[in-house]
């Protein structure tokens, strides 16, 4: 193995990381007559199984990736499904390109039975969500204990609500209602 990738190291452009008959290139990386160059700043990596070389992009642009977590915007809630605008990961705050779209199947909202999402969340609503599949479409839950709502929109004048301990109340009209709470939040969410 080339020295250059036995251990994940910083790499710039340009940057020498192995020979075609040693690996294959992968993600942020091209070939040259025979030889492996990094096209992006990032780590490099070797996946041992397919002998594949990589970059890791260090300020790439961000994708979505099963496990991750992610702060969605509730669009639209249909019977059964809750169709929503992902507005970016938890661990970044930069926006994902091309604002995909992701549902959360009624089944996914809460850890037992819900029959509907009336105290779930609701229009406007922004969720700290898991990605249950990222590709052909994006499968969001928030069944989790901490995942769930962290913003709301009043369903009444369409304000922002105030948080409380188990549920909003809007400053505006004092309507107050029931989510399903993201536990634990700390982070701050994006603008929704």
């Given at each position: 193995?080339?020295?250059?990738?036995?251990?994940?190291?910083?790499?710039?452009?340009?940057?020498?990381?192995?020979?075609?008959?040693?690996?294959?290139?992968g993600r942020g990386t091209y070939e040259d007559s025979g030889r492996i160059y990094?096209?992006?700043?990032?780590?490099?990596?070797?996946?041992?199984?397919?002998?594949?070389?990589?970059?890791?992009?260090?300020?790439?642009?961000?994708?979505?990736v099963e496990g991750e977590l992610v702060y969605a915007r509730v669009e639209e809630?249909?019977?059964?499904?809750?169709?929503?605008?992902?507005?970016?990961?938890?661990?970044?705050?930069?926006?994902?390109?091309?604002?995909?779209?992701?549902?959360?199947?009624?089944?996914?909202?809460?850890?037992?039975?819900?029959?509907?999402?009336?105290?779930?969340?609701?229009?406007?609503?922004?969720?700290?969500?898991?990605?249950?599949?990222?590709?052909?479409?994006?499968?969001?839950?928030?069944?989790?204990?901490?995942?769930?709502?962290?913003?709301?929109?009043?369903?009444?004048?369409?304000?922002?609500?105030?948080?409380?301990?188990?549920?909003?109340?809007?400053?505006?009209?004092?309507?107050?209602?029931?989510?399903?709470?993201?536990?634990?939040?700390?982070?701050?969410?994006?603008?929704?």
């Open positions: 193995m080339s020295e250059s990738v036995a251990h994940p190291k910083l790499v710039l452009p340009g940057d020498y990381l192995g020979a075609s008959e040693e690996f294959l290139p990094a096209a992006v700043l990032g780590l490099s990596h070797v996946d041992p199984r397919d002998r594949t070389v990589r970059v890791e992009a260090r300020n790439g642009v961000p994708t979505l809630l249909k019977s059964a499904m809750a169709i929503c605008t992902i507005l970016s990961t938890a661990e970044r705050s930069r926006a994902i390109p091309g604002t995909p779209e992701g549902t959360v199947h009624i089944s996914k909202a809460r850890d037992r039975y819900t029959e509907s999402f009336e105290g779930t969340f609701a229009v406007g609503d922004l969720l700290l969500a898991r990605v249950l599949q990222a590709r052909p479409s994006v499968k969001l839950s928030t069944s989790e204990g901490p995942l769930g709502v962290v913003a709301a929109r009043c369903q009444t004048c369409h304000g922002p609500m105030a948080r409380g301990s188990t549920e909003f109340e809007c400053p505006r009209c004092g309507a107050r209602e029931r989510r399903k709470l993201a536990q634990g939040f700390a982070g701050r969410p994006p603008p929704h």
